[in-house]
């Protein structure tokens, strides 16, 4: 068997690389739009709609594999602490940092230029940011909480129950339905994601060369599972466990084919994935005001030079500034990586 399908060997994986470049490309395409779209494009709403179907189930799922690959499940339980402290620092810190930031850049910006989804205020705003998050001034980064609480709760009860557990406990999750509340709500909707992509890596060896082999048959699983959610088919959360469990093989199966092999953009794009996730809305949303300004109407006519312009500062924008500007700024760059 090839070396990329064995989890022992710690080489680069460029299929998780260029897994993620998509992924973040996807999330930036699913931002672009705050609210509503301008009469006429709605079809962008189609389009998001089936964006978030499944690209955050996608990043759970690469979150759990690479958890497995690094060994980080089987921290022993007096190394814990240590290790949610690691967690903590290196998610809920700039989780944290960047909300305060959005929602100071909202509450001024929003007394001189159009500003999507308004603060109310600084306290009520902080307040929303970690308890009652439905109306987060930077809803944008709930996949860091989400991921935290992942990562953290993942390995005690792996040791107990493994993975069986951890996919019973996602499934147990999903049927919760727990209110917004310091972003539980999404945690029980996407935890299961998390424990696919352990018990994927765990079988690796057997389930990739399957993906690979029968790439064909995943992807008409996939987007018959995009089409019935489309029509209305699969209402609520049976939507998201649908699309995003058809989304694992169909994406990674893609992945590991030679054509996406080629696909440089990917790898690169993968490479500055968590500096997109962080930064991608504020570049999203300055682009958009500075188009506004230069008279670029938010019409369905205007949205065809406002999409592509925003996509590309949802990309480029956070580049940029980690080449520039973060990477001279250890802490920063550490945090961004």
Sequence with gaps: MNQAFRPAVRTRRLDLDRAKGVAILLVVVGHIVAAAPPPGAEWYDQLRYAIYRFHMPLFL?????????????????????????????????????????????????????????????LLPGLRDLVLTTEDSPATFIWFLWVLFLCSVLAPPLWRVAGTAGLLLAGL???AAEPPAISYMDRFARHALFFAVGVAVAEREARLLPVFAARLGLWWLCFAASLGAALAGW??????????????????HGLMLHPAMARQGWAIRLGGFSMAIYLFNVIAIGVAKAVLLQLGVPWTAEGFWVHAPALTAAGLFGPIIAKRLVLRRIPPLDRMTD
């Design 61 to 121: 799922y690469l979150s759990g594999y690479v958890a497995w690959m690094t060994g980080a499940l089987q921290v022993a339980g007096a190394a814990w602490p240590g290790f949610a402290w690691r967690r903590a620092k290196r998610l809920l810190l700039p989780f944290l940092l960047l909300g305060v930031v959005v929602l100071a850049g909202k509450l001024l910006a929003q007394e001189i230029v159009h500003v999507d989804n308004r603060a109310a205020g």
């Design 234 to 251: 699969l209402p609520g959360d049976l939507s998201l466990l649908a699309c995003g469990l058809a989304a694992i093989p169909a994406m």
């Design 172 to 174: 147990l999750l999903l």
